[in-house]
């Protein structure tokens, strides 16, 4: 079946714009994850979803970044008033849920540069 | 929070030669150690887990080994091939979704 899914594969911006991206997972799969990958570096955990409700948010960096998730799907990830630090590759996985289902799907990423 | 530290950040074997990474992790309720491998320009897979009863994991070429008392887990890579030049991520995790990664190891494979 189709794997996770994400969009834009790149995003350009200016600093100080908003930007969205959004995430697809695996149908089926009720809890997703953002993470943070910056060059050379390994993947920092952003967010986790369980449904439509975030229970572990202690990722995200500042107030400026936000995620929702509807209909127990697709996730969005916002960043409000980028700054060039936030210029990173965004991961999005997802996992089937419940205690045996540990592997996490990930998605090809959204490479997102601020200017 | 926990922390999961990688080494080496770079590898370079010959072909045909064995590959280790090693990664320590600092809580000592961490249960669930992944090895994830990222080739250039895709996304993280996962190649193979640990659980913490178990000490030694091995799938083919690719086995894993955990040492809980010492807090460090390894991946050992025989016979390595072209095919397994790539980044590889160690993780691990406390609670069963959250995962804490290592920095990542270069591995480059001589021909």
């Known amino acids: 079946g189709a794997g996770v899914s994400q969009s834009p594969s790149n995003k350009v911006t200016e600093k100080g714009k908003d930007v969205e991206l959004r995430c697809d997972p695996i149908s089926g799969h009720t809890a997703l994850y953002w993470y943070r990958q910056s060059l050379g570096q390994g993947l920092e955990f952003l967010i986790y979803?369980?449904?439509?409700?975030?229970?572990?948010k202690s990722g995200l960096p500042s107030d400026r970044f936000s995620a929702e998730r509807t209909g127990g799907s697709v996730s969005t990830l916002t960043i409000q008033r980028t700054q060039q630090e936030d210029s990173a590759v965004y991961l999005c996985?997802?996992?089937?849920?419940?205690?045996?289902?540990?592997?996490?799907?990930f998605g090809p990423g959204t490479r997102l540069t601020v200017t | 929070g926990e922390n999961v530290e990688q080494h080496p950040s770079t590898l370079s074997v010959q072909e045909g030669d064995s590959a280790v990474i090693k990664c320590t992790y600092s809580d000592s309720a961490s249960n669930y150690f992944p090895w994830y491998k990222q080739e250039l320009g895709k996304r993280p897979q996962l190649i193979i887990d640990i659980r913490s009863n178990v000490g030694e994991k091995k799938d083919q070429r690719i086995a894993v080994t955990l040492n809980k008392t010492a807090k460090h887990f390894s991946l050992h890579i025989t016979e390595t091939q072209p095919e397994d030049s790539a980044v590889y991520f160690c993780?691990?995790?406390?609670?069963?979704?959250?995962?804490?990664f290592g920095a990542g190891t270069t591995v480059t494979v001589r021909a």
């Open positions: 996985a997802s996992t089937p849920g419940g205690q045996s289902s540990y592997e996490q799907y």
């Open positions: 979803f369980q449904g439509n409700s975030a229970p572990d």
């Open positions: 993780a691990a995790s406390i609670q069963d979704y959250k995962l804490s």
